[in-house]
């Protein structure tokens, strides 16, 4: 490797006291050329090589925990065992082709400060040469070298035709991940199943056990988590849009305490007992909820502003708390049937719950995306909204109306259930931008899928016991959000 000085020497100040000797190293910046040493490429190799490793090693201590004597099933081992392949796969595509072809650094390089550039063209290689083996045309050196010899990583096309179709690849590829997660869904739970028998139970039912576990439990849980997902991911990105507050979520407005009292008053004063009477008592109180809410928020200047609704939603779920702390506390029945639904969970459920809240989901949906041009004028200002015709006040009543229609009926179904509506339009505004007609289809589809995945997750790691998907959520959300926080500027809308 040689090195190449850049820069001038510096020139004494004839006014500044005796004349110096000018020292030809002063004021200089040596830049390396060359390829970068053999043992930095070896550094990020190993790195590289690293991030696929882990999925494969966690994959297969999870399918050695899924053993037949530990009451797991060949369909638990295959699922995932092959997910853990995906995964690897993935991550190696991503790292390699896409971030070493197109920055010229994947994980590995950025770490120690290597790109890997074209040797004649000195540019980035693309995707395909970068998932080849390493063959002549191709070097790896530091950045400092890449930079200074005019290195340009390859930027993405920016033309309205080309954004569409990378959305709608986007929008094929999370329906597939769906596809696959349902059919993880219905094949592992606390009872391991054969291959066979699933496929039985989907195509040749005759009411054996194995049947009725499938056709009975797991396919009406799955479209129950999914449908769930889907309501609560889309709230989320309404209620982010209409509050211009990107920490904001069910809780913000209030909703999932309005629901929460409700259904302790329920339990403290009538007695219900299974999820189907809590219905009704939750979506109440969320619908409540929201109108207060959005009341308060509305006094004095007779429209809502951003902060006038996180502020009146934070003084009504503070109430709430208390008030329902207050009852909890005077009645232990009440405290335990309290303490089954607050967890969130989509066990337990059949599919009368399931038909009961899918006529307020599917309105809310279309409400949802029927409001998104709106919402996209809206997140300029209220002023600049007004400016170009937006009728501000209709716009958040209609957002509110959609937004009660979803996070009731979910909360409703499966308790509140925290992280999905918080983190998932943000995961959707880093594959769309900030465009609501294309972040909030997105929403609802990482939302169907992340809940979904919990489920799946929670059935396995406690076995031959459940883990409810609240927990799992929590759990498993809560790094994944700060390190999300970490990775991108998330403080503006």
Not at 56 to 69: F, H, I, N
């Amino acid at each position: 490797m040689t090195t190449r000085s850049v820069g001038h020497a510096a020139l004494p100040d004839p006014s500044s006291g005796p004349h110096v000797a000018p020292d030809d190293r002063y004021g200089t910046t040596v830049v390396p050329t060359g390829p970068a040493p053999r043992r930095l490429t070896l550094v990020a190799d190993a790195l590289d090589l690293l991030m696929v490793a882990l999925p494969l090693v966690l994959g297969a201590l999870v399918v050695q925990s899924l053993r037949d004597d530990n009451g797991g099933g060949q369909a638990d081992r295959v699922v995932f065992g092959g997910l853990a392949v995906v995964v690897a796969a993935s991550v190696f595509v991503w790292n390699r082709g896409f971030r070493d072809g197109r920055t010229g650094a994947g994980a590995g390089k950025n770490a120690v400060g290597l790109v890997l550039r074209d040797t004649q063209s000195r540019a980035a290689v693309g995707v395909g040469r970068a998932l080849r083996p390493r063959t002549r045309g191709v070097e790896v050196v530091r950045r400092k070298t890449a930079v200074h010899e005019g290195f340009e990583p390859i930027k993405a096309d920016g033309t309205v035709a080309a954004v569409r179709r990378r959305r709608l690849i986007g929008l094929i590829v999370l329906a597939v991940a769906l596809v696959v997660v349902a059919a993880m869904s219905v094949a592992i739970g606390a009872r391991p199943l054969a291959f066979t028998e699933i496929f039985h139970a989907l195509v040749a039912s005759t009411g054996s056990d194995t049947d009725t576990v499938v056709r009975s439990l797991r396919i009406p849980r799955t479209a129950l988590g999914f449908v769930v997902g889907v309501a609560l991911g889309v709230a989320g990105a309404l209620i982010q849009g209409h509050t211009r507050n990107p920490l904001a979520d069910a809780g913000l407005l209030g909703l999932n305490a309005g629901a929460a009292f409700f259904v302790v008053m329920g339990i403290y004063l009538f007695d219900v007992v299974s999820p189907g009477d809590y219905l009704w008592f939750a979506f109440a109180g969320s619908a409540v909820a929201s109108i207060v809410v959005f009341g308060l928020s509305s006094i004095g200047s007779g429209a809502s502003s951003p902060l006038s609704l996180a502020l009146a939603g934070a003084a009504v779920a503070f109430f709430l708390q208390a008030m329902t702390n207050a009852v909890v506390l005077l009645d232990q029945t009440t405290l335990d049937g309290y303490r089954f639904w607050i967890v969130g969970s989509v066990a337990g459920r059949g599919t009368d719950i399931l038909w009961t809240v899918l006529p307020f989901i599917v309105v809310g949906i279309v409400v949802a995306l029927a409001s998104t041009p709106s919402l996209n004028t809206l997140s300029l200002g209220d002023d600049v909204a007004r400016s170009l015709g937006t009728n501000v006040g209709l716009s958040r009543v209609i957002g509110i109306v959609a937004i009660t229609l979803l996070t009731g009926a979910a909360t409703a179904a499966c308790g509140p259930i925290a992280f999905v509506g918080l983190v998932v339009p943000h995961i959707a505004r880093s594959m769309t931008g900030p465009d609501y007609r294309w972040l909030v289809p997105y929403s609802g589809l990482l939302g169907g899928l992340l809940l979904v995945l919990a489920d799946v997750i929670g059935r396995v790691l406690v076995r031959p016991g459940e883990l409810q998907v609240g927990i799992v959520l929590a759990i498993v959300g809560a790094p994944f959000f700060i390190a999300l926080i970490r990775r991108r500027k998330l403080v503006t809308l």
